[in-house]
């Protein structure tokens, strides 16, 4: 094992810090939230970014996938940026605050940061102390136009406006991250308990729920939105001074870890746009970094993303084997997600054992009952319906072929464009 690799399969993963707590009312009635009433999560540890100059867009142009030129302010995007082997080394949304002013969340905001330390463009960038905060489901408008005093029906997807929360001033983007009618709320950090607040009160009668670290990132495994250094890694390792960069300018706990019971240098973890299901998004209308090698993957992809529904019985077997004190037990799933922060790599084989693709983290839907993984796969086996076999147990250890069903990506309807009928503010 070459000493990178051997370095990310050092067993000391990071614990899924960031939320408020593991669990509110229980992970299986925080699951059933957003697709049955309404869900609140809090994402206010994310990095959050303003960048802003006269060649803010010009950096950003060249420096993601997108097509920008009709990036109103306003307006929100899911901006993807790759390596120049065309590897995703940041993706997350930004927002067009003014004419020269961005706003940005997540890997985009560090990896931004360190290629404006160069000096190459006319552009400043400063961290912001904000708070983060997604309501999303079914009840999420009623919840939503309760607080603000507002219908809020004239916020088209992924577009924003100002409004009122607790008497704090407030930006509300209509998103959904998972996959149902949904706003993000951000504002000032000296706001944030005020706001919370308020949203809770207004959410009481719809069924509100908080959710926690357990079950939080089943809502991107059943609404299809891959997570960098969880799902796949960001390709950055090779980017002068990258991590030094970005541990000295922002608060991460450490390194990336690596998990599963695929083998393989780095490449075998990095992912491009159009394995995650992001080839909608490359524009070749404008020279970016990593056009030349996404040029060539757009003519043979090579992955696909779908969702692996895995075999009841075969998951059955892999607790029993807990039980079973003649014969070393299986690696332990964990239910409902892994309760560290890691990448999951897992083989896809075909019926003959070939390598065919990589599934990612497990994780448990009480409301679908089955353990489902989000995959990147040949795409010749990616037709719904399509049957596989997943390696379960780590290199070295007990490892057993689950059978799987491929499943498209999302599992679950995606209703966040949905149209807004909302009940009226006072309701």
């Not at 590897?87 to 940005?104: D, F, H, P, Q, T």
Request: one cysteine or more; aromatic letters at 12%; hydrophobic letters at 40%.
């Amino acid at each position: 094992m070459d000493p990178l690799m051997a370095f990310l399969r050092q067993p000391n993963a990071l614990p899924s810090s960031g939320w408020r707590q593991p669990e509110f009312t229980g992970w299986r009635d925080e699951q059933m939230s957003w697709k049955t009433t309404c869900s609140l999560g809090d994402w206010s540890f994310l990095w959050d970014l303003v960048i802003e100059g006269p060649q803010a867009l010009e950096f950003l142009q060249y420096y993601s996938v997108n097509d920008l030129v009709n990036f109103e302010i306003g307006r929100a995007k899911h901006l993807v940026q790759v390596s120049e082997r065309g590897n995703i080394v940041a993706e997350g949304v930004v927002m067009r605050l003014a004419e020269n002013r961005y706003s940005m969340q997540s890997s985009p905001a560090f990896y931004s940061a360190y290629r404006l330390s160069r000096g190459d463009y006319d552009v400043q960038w400063h961290q912001q102390d904000t708070f983060q905060y997604q309501v999303s489901g079914p009840n999420a408008l009623t919840v939503c136009a309760r607080v603000t005093g507002e219908s809020l029906t004239d916020i088209k997807f992924m577009r924003f406006r100002e409004v009122t929360i607790a008497g704090k001033r407030v930006l509300a983007l209509r998103q959904g991250m998972a996959g149902e009618i949904g706003f993000e709320f951000h504002g000032a950090a000296e706001d944030k308990e005020a706001v919370w607040d308020a949203i809770l009160e207004a959410g009481g009668p719809e069924g509100i729920r908080r959710i926690g670290s357990r079950t939080v990132m089943t809502n991107h495994l059943e609404a299809a939105f891959p997570t960098g250094n969880y799902h796949y890694l960001y390709d950055t390792f090779d980017l002068p001074g990258f991590m030094d960069f970005v541990m000295a300018n922002f608060d991460l706990d450490g390194a990336p870890q690596v998990r599963g019971s695929l083998e393989g240098d780095v490449s075998a973890y990095v992912q491009t746009p159009y394995a995650l299901g992001w080839g909608k998004q490359v524009k070749f209308d404008h020279e970016f970094l990593g056009r030349a090698a996404l040029e060539k993957v757009a003519a043979n992809p090579g992955r696909a993303r779908v969702t692996l529904e895995w075999s009841d019985e075969d998951i059955i077997e892999v607790y029993a084997s807990l039980f079973q004190r003649e014969t070393e037990p299986y690696d332990f799933l964990e239910f409902p997600n892994q309760p560290t922060y890691c990448v999951w790599a897992d083989r896809i084989e075909d019926e003959d054992g070939n390598l065919i693709g990589t599934s990612t983290v497990p994780g448990y839907s009480i409301y679908f009952r089955h353990v489902l993984t989000l995959s990147y796969i040949d795409p010749a086996f990616a037709e719904p319906g399509t049957p596989v076999w997943i390696v379960w147990g780590a290199p070295g250890h007990p490892q057993k072929r689950v059978r799987a069903t491929v499943k498209p990506a999302p599992y679950k309807q995606d209703r966040r464009r949905a149209p807004l009928v909302s009940a009226p503010p006072s309701a």
